[in-house]
Antibody
Framework: EVQLVETGGDLIQPGGALRLSCAAS????????MSWVRQAPGKGLEWVSV???????YYAASVKGRFTISRDNSKNTLYLQMNSLRAEDTAVYYC????????????WGQGTLVTVSS | DAQMTQSPSSLSASVGDRITITCRAS??????LNWYQQKPGKAPKLLIY???SLHSGVPSRFSGSGSGTDFTLTISSLQPEDFATYYC???????????FGQGTKVEI
């Protein structure tokens, strides 16, 4: 069974930084397309970033230049480094496997809450 | 990038009803359209991928159709466990700039 477990969410001040982790079991992160999707409180889903098996990375315009997606193959873990955080980054952040190559998300982790507030 | 518009934003229905949710893309996305179900406090779950393919374990009362810019999700006979929010997602964009519809909340 594939399982994704996110950690690292916290209350952080505007302008601060935070790193989220997504530990995977049942799949090999380096052999999968992996993505982050977020959901602001009471709002819809927003795709954030993806990392391909070859290492290519892509970002939504709203986070480009501030967020960095990466992975640690030895730990089978996906990361999202978030810098220069803004109030509008407040959301539950989900990691999800992206099924190549038609690009749907399955499965999803349970999510971790990031709150950006002073 | 293709923007996705779902309608309605919410609907009230009863157990046993047949309901249809529509998702419209701002440009053609071929058949690169997926549907998810989300219950309160839970992560989304994949229902249908590539417009009409049912994900493993999803009941056959769920179905999807469409192509190009117009897509539908149909639940043929609503069950109590189907009351949730449904999202469409386009996976057509290359490089990836995947987008979701705003969601449709199905309530009693």
């Amino acid at each position: 069974e594939v399982q994704l477990v996110e950690t690292g969410g916290d209350l952080i001040q505007p302008g601060g930084a935070l790193r989220l982790s997504c530990a995977a079991s049942g799949i090999t992160v380096s052999s999968s397309y992996m993505s982050w999707v977020r959901q602001a409180p009471g709002k819809g889903l927003e795709w954030v970033s993806v990392i391909y098996t070859g290492g290519s990375t892509y970002y939504a315009a709203s986070v480009k230049g501030r967020f960095t997606i990466s992975r640690d193959n030895s730990k089978n873990t996906l990361y999202l480094q978030m810098n220069s955080l803004r109030a509008e980054d407040t959301a539950v952040y989900y990691c999800a496997r992206v099924i190549c190559c038609d690009n749907w998300f399955d499965p999803w982790g349970q999510g971790t809450l990031v709150t950006v507030s002073s | 990038d293709a923007q996705m518009t779902q309608s309605p934003s919410s609907l009230s229905a009863s157990v046993g009803d047949r309901i249809t949710i529509t998702c419209r893309a701002s440009q053609s996305i071929s058949s690169y359209l997926n549907w998810y179900q989300q219950k309160p406090g839970k992560a989304p779950k994949l229902l249908i991928y590539a417009t009409s393919s049912l994900h493993s374990g999803v009941p056959s009362r769920f179905s999807g159709s469409g192509s190009g810019t117009d897509f539908t999700l149909t639940i043929s006979s609503l069950q109590p466990e189907d009351f949730a929010t449904y999202y469409c997602q386009q996976s057509y964009s290359i490089p990836p700039m995947w987008t979701f519809g705003q969601g449709t909340k199905v309530e009693i």
